[in-house]
């Protein structure tokens, strides 16, 4: 399962790369559009659990979730750990100045979000304090939003042992 499942690991990382490389070519912006990202996670759910049933298959169209659950959760932590050393890369390497330009473009939108909910200045500039979004660019701060997003693999890797498990059938007679 292991090799399996880091040869996984590392197809959904290049593809993250790419996504992540056409949406900066195309406009950095969209790195924190919803839409952007809510697609991305379809995506990635759907390919952990595609390369998942191709390795059921391998066993013989039979697996529990339990090992569905870690061949996913193993997929997607390399995964991470490829889009982590990218997102490095990206902020610090090939476009310094792009963590500044998202910090902006995130300050806007939540300032834009709390209007349209009413919020008085006061707790928009709270707000805007609390974010500290710089910090999230640094290594550090990746480093750090990865732990966090381990949570997340957690829950997804759930979805997919979900959707890869199949039981072998009890015949009663």
């Known amino acids: 399962m292991k090799d399996h ?20 070519i195309i406009d950095p912006l969209l790195m924190i559009k919803w839409w952007f990202s809510l697609s991305s996670l379809v995506l990635f ?6 390369f998942g049933i191709q390795y059921r298959e391998i ?8 090992i569905g659950y870690i061949y996913s959760i193993i997929t ?6 490829i889009g982590t050393a990218f997102n490095i890369l990206l902020f610090h390497v ?3 100045d792009l963590p500044q330009l998202i910090s902006e473009a995130i300050i806007e939108q939540t300032v834009e ?4 909910f009413g919020a008085n200045q006061e ?20 480093i750090k939003s990865f732990g966090m997003v381990l949570i997340f693999y957690t829950l997804m890797s759930l979805i997919s042992g979900a959707i890869i498990k199949r039981k072998v059938p009890e015949f009663t007679e």
């Open 5 to 24: 499942a880091l040869k996984s690991g590392v197809i959904l990382g290049v593809v993250g790369i790419l996504i992540s490389l056409t949406a900066y």
């Open 94 to 96: 090939i476009d310094p």
């Open 113 to 116: 979000m709390m209007e349209g």
């Open 123 to 142: 707790i928009i500039d709270q707000a805007i304090e609390d974010a500290d979004t710089p910090a999230t660019f640094t290594v550090m701060g990746q």
């Open 45 to 50: 759910i759907g390919l952990v659990s595609y």
């Open 59 to 66: 066993l013989g169209g039979f697996v529990s979730f339990k």
């Open 76 to 81: 997607f932590v390399l995964a991470g750990v």
